[in-house]
């Protein structure tokens, strides 16, 4: 719960006084009421979705559900991914090509 | 044996490498898995990608409302962790992590090794195309970009820019070029003993994860290209097709409509553009010539076909019963077998009469099932293969699996043709084949008068179009209820002139309107059935009323689309161009409703005349003579169960009527 707690403060800053963070669930109804005094936070999600919070209620409330101010730096796994791969694909070449060398001798 | 044992320990490495990330556990982690409830929503949300799925497994082991989700659009970081927890009715669901570009690479390699548990044939297949090795991979890299829209759904890194930075393209290309030599390969020297294996595309369903092709699907195109290398034009059906192809590519792909592909991913195209019909054109194609490689290289080899039909269908009842018991083997069936849809978590059956267990159709279980057992019993009884101690425990798991998939059409046509086979082996110098033929004809019409003798003959003849006239979209300013009053109204006054020509003009689907027009002749010839009330009653008789109303009301072809359909594999004009308001229940509505039946579905991909070729050749096969005609039973029992189910969407079935075709049609069978 701490490391929650900290995250929140992290992205959104200390509770204002008197507002204290509750669960809202999966009320449709439910509204969240712009704070003025709140300055604006932009935060982010995993896929790289932004959404700017105007009160520090809903922007805990985010935090909650994931996101961070900490803009995501993609991991680049798709890059390191294809390097891997283009080694295997090298060797297994090599082996396949020498393979149906020897065959064909 | 001891080489068996080597590829089982090699097998068993490599399966625990690929689980590693499923299991990972740091002990340092500042995250750690929690119980799943309301309140750990937030945690898990908050702490995605770093919760492995065997930790928040054995974290909630006693905790019955969970399920396990695979997520595909999660980046690489997240393969085999928590990227989400959501709450639905009751239930919890876990999302996890299963990039579809590394799951690719995973399941390839697993199943590519897999394949070296078949037994290595004497006969070594000369020189498979190097082409292939460029070819095929580009073959697949154009289908990510024509079906676009599919692929960008379902992966993160998704890109189909042409440049040196694009990792997923160039991921896809070398996965694929290395997949090729890796099969090439493995084959070389078991492409023969491959038709003896068939059975297991049930257990080993081959569906790459966010991805729309299947692993078989690869095979055979590699196949199909070497076969079109080695015989090109001089393979008949060559030429056929690509007269084919140029009306298929006349068929309507203007409008853009996107289908998901659902339970029959793999073999289906998603997008309704101009390249993908081509690709699933070219696919398709390859497939088939894919298929003749193998029928002309097939060796079958009966003892094993045996055990391997009863291991699988045996294995295929214990994992879908291991799947509906837990959760986590029912996620790790889906991902390591590559099912088409997650298996069922429970035993109870849809709508109170079916189980589809590990299948994605209930329907084609039930078949494969039935097609077990009545190919055992054709073996023992003409083959006179050995009988071990295992198969009857076997048996009675693929009889258990039958009865549960509650197929009635499979039972009773496998008792029909267990009956026939003893009765003409007993009688077959005393009756002749056309004998034999009438009587099965008229036992299934009288069986069938007795069946429907309850009905009035006018309630058999039309209650097909009346329940495709309820499904269309008549009457569309008028209530659903004000519909079904008004359409009952004219269907009882016997006035379908005035629903579809005066009052709703333009409203029906051509297929509904042209069997309106055959139904109601101008001239109608004495004694002979009309072609329409004969289907309508059969359809009341196989309880395919609503299914087949559905596919009337939905399908309307042009012109062009009628004589040769939409091209293979082509669902888009039959799911999305006719506008119909469905008279169902609204949480049926938004269902996918395919056409159930293989002749409807090849009717949509080829339309009247490509029908009608499939049909003369299927009457061709079975007048031929060869030297296992005991087959043609297989064949028979296949058949006459797709015409009330869409197995020809699935990979599975169609390998099993190929691998029957082959056991009539080849000499060279193996025995004991």
């Known amino acids: 719960m701490n490391e929650l707690i900290s995250k929140v403060e992290n992205s959104c800053g200390v509770a204002p006084e008197g507002v204290l963070y509750f ?83 | 044996m001891l080489k068996d044992k080597k590829t089982t320990f090699l097998l068993s490495i490599i399966f625990f490498i690929l689980l590693f990330p499923f299991v990972r556990h740091d002990s340092q982690d500042i995250y750690n898995a929690m119980p799943v409830n309301d309140t750990s929503i937030g945690y898990y949300q908050s702490t995605t990608c770093n919760i492995s799925l065997f930790e928040v497994y054995f974290e909630n082991f006693n905790t019955e409302n969970i399920r396990y989700n695979a997520h595909t659009y999660a980046g690489l970081e997240c393969y085999g962790k928590v990227t989400g927890l959501d709450k639905v009715g009751d239930s919890f669901i876990v999302s996890i992590g299963v990039n579809p570009s590394i799951s690719f690479i995973i399941q390839g390699l697993l199943w590519c090794s897999m394949l070296l548990f078949i037994k290595k044939s004497n006969n070594r297949i000369p020189k498979f195309s190097n082409l292939a090795l460029l070819v095929v991979p580009l073959l697949i890299i154009f289908q990510h970009i024509s079906e676009s829209r599919f692929y960008s759904y379902e992966n993160k890194y998704f890109n189909s820019d042409f440049s040196t930075n694009n990792y997923y393209l160039l991921i896809i290309f070398l996965t694929v070029y290395i997949f090729v030599m890796l099969l090439y390969y493995i084959l070389e020297t078991r492409v023969s003993n491959l038709i003896n294996y068939i059975p297991y595309c049930f257990l080993l369903i081959g569906t790459f994860v966010g991805f729309n092709l299947n692993f ?43 289908f998901d592909t659902d339970k029959i991913r793999g073999l289906v195209n998603s997008s309704n553009t101009i390249s993908s019909k081509i690709y699933w054109i070219l696919v398709i194609g390859l497939v088939i ?90 073996f023992r009884f003409y083959k006179k293969i050995r009988f071990h101690f295992f198969d009857l425990p076997m048996l009675g798991v693929v009889i258990y699996g039958l009865f549960k998939t509650n197929n009635f059409a499979s039972v ?105 027009k055959i139904y109601t002749p101008n001239l109608g010839i004495p004694f002979v059935p009309n072609i329409v009330s004969v289907i309508s009653a059969t359809s009341i008789l196989i309880n395919r009323t609503e299914m087949w109303g559905i596919f009337i009301s939905k399908y309307s072809p042009n012109l062009v689309e009628t004589f040769f359909g939409n091209g293979p594999y082509q669902m888009n004009n039959y799911l999305y161009l006719q506008e119909i308001r469905l008279d169902l229940p609204q949480g049926r509505i938004s269902s996918l409703f395919l056409p159930h039946s293989s002749l409807a579905d090849l009717l949509v991909f080829g339309g009247v005349i490509g029908t009608i070729l499939i049909i003369f050749f299927t009457i061709r096969l079975f007048k031929e003579t060869t030297q296992n005609q005991y087959f043609k039973f297989l064949i028979l029992f296949l058949l006459i169960n797709f015409l009330k189910s869409d197995s020809i969407l699935y990979v599975g079935p169609v390998l099993l009527l190929f691998l029957s075709i082959v056991l009539t049609k080849k000499n060279e069978v193996i025995n004991e």
């Open chain 2, 412 to 516: 009773s046509l496998l008792a029909i043709l267990i009956v026939t086979t003893i009765f003409y082996s007993k009688f077959a110098s005393k009756i002749s084949k056309r004998n034999l033929f009438i009587s099965l004809t008229s036992f299934f019409i009288i069986f069938s008068i007795l069946i429907n003798n309850k009905y009035e003959y006018t309630y058999l003849s039309s209650e097909l179009l009346y329940e495709a006239s309820l499904h269309s979209n008549l009457y569309p300013n008028e209530s659903n209820y004000i519909k079904t009053t008004k359409v009952t109204q004219l269907f009882d006054d016997g006035n379908l002139e005035s629903l579809f020509d005066i009052q709703n003009p333009g409203k029906a689907s051509s297929m509904l309107t042209s069997l309106v």
């Open chain 1, 23 to 105: 669960d809202p669930g999966n009320d449709p109804n439910f509204v969240f009421t712009n704070d003025p005094t709140f300055e604006t936070v932009t935060l982010y999600d995993i896929e790289g979705n932004v959404a700017n919070m105007n009160s520090w209620f809903e922007c805990a409330h985010y935090v909650n559900g994931g996101w961070s101010s900490a803009q995501i730096i993609n991991f680049q796994g798709d890059k390191f991914l294809f390097l891997a791969l283009l080694v295997v694909a090298s060797v297994t070449s090599i082996i396949y090509f020498m393979n149906k060398k020897n065959v064909k001798r």
């Open chain 2, 289 to 378: 010539n894919g298929l003749y490689y193998l029928y002309q290289k097939s060796e079958i080899n009966i003892p094993l076909l045996t055990r391997n039909l009863l291991i699988s269908g045996s294995l295929m009842v214990v994992f879908g019963v291991m799947g509906a018991t837990s959760t986590l083997i029912n996620f790790m069936n889906y991902y390591f077998f590559g099912q088409n849809k997650i298996g069922m978590l429970s035993f109870e059956s849809i709508a109170g009469n079916t189980w589809r267990g590990f299948s994605a159709s209930a329907e084609s279980a039930g078949e494969f099932y039935g097609f077990v057992v009545l190919s055992y019993f054709l």
């Open chain 2, 216 to 258: 078989y699907i690869l095979i055979l195109v590699l196949l199909g290209f070497n076969n079109l290398i080695q015989v090109g034009s001089g393979f008949m059906f060559n030429k056929i097709y690509l007269f084919f192809t140029f009306f298929w590519l006349l068929s309507r792909y203007e409008s853009y409509t996107f």
